[in-house]
C-alpha cells in the first residue's frame, strides 16, 4: 500500500465516520462497473476508414442535428481544415498527411472508464452509465466545469441558448437501449467502426494486429490511456500524427482531484480540535499570565 | 460621573430603538434607506451609469443566452468572471477567516477593531462574488440543483465549493449579525448572536481552508491544457496559501481607505490602533509569500518545467511571481522595518495584482496556451461592465452599511454591557 492508497482509504474512513455522505470523496458510481469491466465501446480502425462522411450525416439524422453535406465536392472542401466536433456534429472525420500518405480519423467522445467529465459535474449530468455509455441529463446546471476538465475537449455548450444544454455524443445510448448498434456504426460501409464490449473489441483489435503486423502499429489506442476508454483506436502510424494526444499519461482523470477529495474529510475532522485546542491553551495561558502578574502585585504590597 | 452621563444618553437612545414588530422594522428600514450626505459626487455618478448599463447587459444575457455579450466559447468555457470575480474574489474576501482566526482563536485582541469591518468585506464579496456565478451558469434557471439533491455530485470539486460557499455566507451572516441586531436593537437577539461567535468561527475557518483550496482543485483536471508552469496536483494549496496574504492585503487597502473617507465613523480605539495593524498584517502578509514563493519553486523544480522559464509563457510566468509576489515581499519586508504605511498600501496592491493575475492564467491566459491567438479568448467591453458593476454594487452596499451600524467603531453601550 502506497502513501496515496493509504491516504485515500484513511480518508473516507474518517469520512465515513466524522461526515456522513456529504462530502464523502471517490463516489463516482463509474467505480464499481469498471471492475466488471464490460463497457461497451467502439473500435475504430484509422486503416479502413475512406472519409465518406457517412458516418457524420448517419449521426446528424440519429439526433436530429443539421444534415451535413457529403457530396464529393464538399468533402474536398471539408478534409482542408482540421475540424473539432461541435454543438451540431457529435463526431467529425478529419484527414491527416502521414508517414504512410493519407489517413482519416473520426472523432467524437471517448467515453472514458473514468470520465473527467462526469466526476467534475456537480449534479452529475454527465453520467458513466454501467453499460459504458457517457450520457448528458437536463439536469445540467450550465457550469462547464466539465468542459474546462475534459482532456479531449469535448463537450460542447450552446452558448448562444438562454437555457444552454451540454451536446456530446453519447454512443447512442438510446438506441443501445433499444437493442439497436450506434448510427455510425451502421452507416459504415468498410467496417471501420466496430461495436461491442470493450473486452471483445480489445480481442478483435490484438487480433487483427497480430495477423497484419504490417499494417498497424502494436498499440490500441485506448486501452490503457487515461484509465482506458471506449472508443479505440487502431493505426498504422504513430498516434501523435492522426491527432490523438499521446501527452496524457496512463493515470485516469479523477485520480487527480483526489488529492485534495481525500484531504477535505481530515480537515473537516481536525481543523476544529486543533483551532479549539490552541484558542483554549492561549486562554489559558493568558489567564497564568495575569495571575502571576497579580501575584506578583500582591507580594510586593506585602513587603 | 461626566462619562456615565454620556452611558445613560447613549442607552436612552438605542432603548427607544428597540424594535418589537415587523412593522415596525420595515418602517425603521425605509428611513435608513435614505442616503447620508450629498448623493450627486462624481464616483456615484459614474458608478451608477456603469451600473445601469450593467443591469440592462444582465437582463440581455439572460434572455439571450451567454454568447450575445461574452466572448466565451468551446476553446475557453471560463472567462473573467470567472477569474476575476470568482476566483480571485473569494481568495481577495480571505480576511474573513485570517482575522477571525487571529483574533477568537489566536486571541490577538489588538486585530479586534478591524474584525467587523473585514467580515463585512468577506460577507459581501461572498453575496454578490458568488451571486455572480448565477449569471455565469449557462443553466442558470437551475442554479438550486446541487442544494436540493436533483443529484449530488459528490467527487465534483465544484460541489463541495457551492456547498461551502453557501454555508460559509451563513457563517459570515452570523458573524456579522451582532452589528445588524445592535442597528436594528434586537437586544434579545444580540445577545444569542454574540454568543454563537466561537463556534462560527471554527465553522467558518474550516469551510474556508475546504473552498478556498477547492478553488484551485477545480483546475487539477485540466492537465495538459493549462500551462505546466501553472498546472500542478498541489494548486488547492498554492490557492489555500495565496488566499491567506490575499485576504489581508485587501483589508490593508480597505481600511486605510474607510480611515480615510470615514473618519467620523471611526472611533479613538480604532484609529489609535489601525497602523498597528496594518504593519502586523503585513508582516504576516511578507510571511505567508515567502512560503507561497517557497512552494512554488519547489513545484516548478520538481515537476521539471524549469526549462520552461526560457519560452514567452516562462516570461509571463516570472512577471507573475517575481514581479507580482516577489517583490512585494520585499516591499512588505521593508514597509514594516521602516513603519512606511504607503510602503505597504503599494506592496498590498502589486501582491493583489499577482493574486488576480494568477487566477486569470488559470481561467484563460495560460489555459489552453497553445491554441493560435485567433482562437484566444478575451473579454468583451460588457463583460468588463457586468463585472464592474457587480463590484459597484458591493461598493455602495459596503458604503450603507458602515454609514449606519457600528463596524468602524465598537459596539454600543448596551451590547458591550452584556456581552461580558
Ligand atoms: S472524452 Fe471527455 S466527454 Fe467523453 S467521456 Fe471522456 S471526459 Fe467525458
Ligand atoms: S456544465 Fe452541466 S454537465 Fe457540465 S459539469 Fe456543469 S452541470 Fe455537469
Known amino acids: ?303 | 460621573m461626566e462619562k456615565l452621563e454620556t452611558v445613560e444618553i447613549v442607552k436612552e437612545k438605542t432603548e427607544k430603538r428597540e424594535i418589537r414588530s415587523f412593522g415596525e422594522f420595515w418602517r425603521f428600514f425605509l428611513s435608513e434607506l435614505k442616503p447620508k450626505g450629498n448623493p450627486w459626487t462624481p464616483f456615484n455618478l459614474f458608478s451608477g451609469l456603469i451600473m445601469l448599463l450593467g443591469f440592462i447587459f444582465i437582463i440581455y444575457r439572460f434572455v439571450t443566452g451567454l454568447s450575445p455579450t461574452t466572448n466565451l466559447g468551446q476553446e475557453y468555457p471560463w472567462g473573467i468572471w470567472k477569474g476575476a470575480v470568482v476566483n480571485s474574489g473569494v481568495a481577495f474576501a480571505g480576511g474573513g477567516y485570517t482575522l477571525a482566526f487571529i483574533v477568537y482563536i489566536l486571541g490577538m485582541e489588538r486585530y479586534r477593531p478591524m474584525l467587523r469591518e473585514t467580515v463585512l468585506f468577506a460577507f459581501l464579496a461572498y453575496v454578490f462574488y458568488a451571486g455572480a456565478l448565477t449569471i455565469e451558469l449557462g443553466r442558470w434557471h437551475l442554479f438550486y440543483n446541487p442544494f436540493i439533491g436533483n443529484k449530488y455530485g459528490v467527487s465534483s470539486v465544484l460541489f463541495i465549493v457551492a456547498w461551502h460557499f453557501m454555508l460559509y455566507m451563513v457563517t459570515l451572516a452570523l458573524e456579522f449579525s451582532p452589528a445588524a441586531a445592535e442597528w436594528v436593537g434586537f437586544k434579545r437577539a444580540r445577545k444569542v448572536l454574540g454568543a454563537a461567535a466561537l463556534g462560527a468561527v471554527v465553522f467558518g475557518v474550516m469551510l474556508s481552508i475546504h473552498h478556498q483550496a477547492g478553488l484551485g482543485a477545480m483546475f487539477t483536471m485540466c492537465k495538459g491544457k493549462l500551462h505546466p508552469l501553472w498546472y500542478s496536483e498541489f494548486m488547492p494549496v498554492l490557492y489555500f496559501i495565496s488566499s491567506i496574504y490575499a485576504g489581508p492585503s485587501v483589508m490593508i487597502i480597505v481600511s486605510s481607505i474607510t480611515q480615510k473617507l470615514y473618519a467620523h465613523r471611526v472611533d479613538e480605539e480604532y484609529r489609535n490602533a489601525h497602523p498597528g495593524i496594518v504593519l502586523g498584517l503585513a508582516k504576516m502578509c511578507a510571511a505567508t509569500i515567502f512560503a507561497y514563493l517557497f512552494l512554488q519553486l519547489i513545484l516548478v523544480h520538481h515537476e521539471h518545467d524549469l526549462y520552461l522559464i526560457t519560452t514567452p509563457m516562462g516570461f509571463w510566468w516570472l512577471v507573475e511571481v517575481g514581479a507580482l509576489a516577489f517583490v512585494p515581499m520585499l516591499l512588505f519586508i521593508h514597509g514594516v522595518q521602516q513603519k512606511n504605511l504607503a510602503t505597504i498600501n503599494l506592496a498590498a496592491v502589486l501582491a493583489l495584482a499577482g493574486v488576480l493575475l494568477n487566477r486569470l492564467n488559470n481561467v484563460f491566459i495560460a489555459y489552453n496556451w497553445y491554441l493560435p491567438l485567433s482562437l484566444k479568448y478575451y473579454p468583451t467591453w460588457q463583460e468588463v461592465i457586468i463585472l464592474l458593476t457587480i463590484i459597484f454594487i458591493d461598493v455602495w452596499v459596503f458604503r450603507w452599511i458602515i454609514n449606519r451600524m457600528h463596524v468602524l467603531s465598537k459596539p454600543p453601550e448596551w451590547a458591550r454591557m452584556e456581552k461580558h
Open chain 1, 1 to 303: 500500500m502506497n502513501r496515496r492508497t493509504f491516504l485515500k482509504v484513511m480518508g473516507s474512513a474518517v469520512a465515513g465516520a466524522t461526515c456522513g455522505s456529504l462530502i464523502r470523496p471517490a463516489a463516482s458510481g463509474a467505480q464499481g462497473v469498471f471492475d466488471a469491466n464490460e463497457f461497451f465501446g467502439i473500435l475504430i480502425d484509422t486503416t479502413r476508414c475512406i472519409g465518406c462522411r457517412l458516418c457524420e450525416k448517419a449521426c446528424a439524422e440519429v439526433n436530429y442535428l443539421p444534415n451535413p453535406d457529403i457530396s464529393e465536392k464538399a468533402n474536398q472542401a471539408v478534409f482542408k481544415t482540421k475540424r473539432d466536433t461541435s454543438v451540431i456534429e457529435y463526431t467529425v472525420t478529419n484527414l491527416y498527411e502521414t508517414e504512410k500518405g493519407k489517413v482519416f480519423v473520426p472523432w467524437r467522445c471517448m467515453h472514458c472508464n473514468q470520465p473527467a467529465c462526469h466526476s467534475a459535474c456537480i449534479v452529475y449530468a454527465l453520467e458513466k452509465r454501467e453499460t459504458g455509455h457517457v450520457t448528458w441529463d437536463k439536469r445540467c446546471i450550465g457550469c462547464r466545469l466539465c468542459m474546462m476538465s475534459c482532456p479531449f475537449q469535448i463537450p460542447k455548450h450552446t452558448f448562444q441558448e438562454p437555457a444552454a444544454v451540454i451536446q456530446k455524443c453519447n454512443l447512442c445510448y438510446g438506441r443501445f437501449l433499444q437493442g439497436i448498434v450506434p448510427g455510425c456504426v451502421e452507416a459504415c460501409p468498410t467496417e471501420a467502426l466496430m461495436f461491442g464490449t470493450r473486452r471483445k473489441l480489445l480481442e478483435e483489435g490484438k487480433r487483427r494486429i497480430a495477423q497484419n503486423p504490417g499494417r498497424y502499429i502494436n498499440h490500441i489506442y485506448g486501452e490503457f490511456e487515461i484509465g482506458g476508454t471506449s472508443t479505440m483506436y487502431l493505426s498504422a502510424v504513430p498516434f501523435d500524427q492522426i491527432g490523438l494526444r499521446t501527452d496524457l499519461g496512463l493515470k485516469h482523470y479523477p485520480e487527480y482531484s483526489m488529492v485534495y477529495l481525500s484531504a477535505i474529510p481530515f480537515i473537516a475532522g481536525l481543523t476544529p480540535i486543533a483551532m479549539l485546542g490552541i484558542a483554549h491553551v492561549i486562554r489559558m495561558a493568558k489567564k497564568d499570565a495575569k495571575e502571576e502578574h497579580h501575584d506578583h502585585h500582591e507580594e510586593k504590597e506585602k513587603h
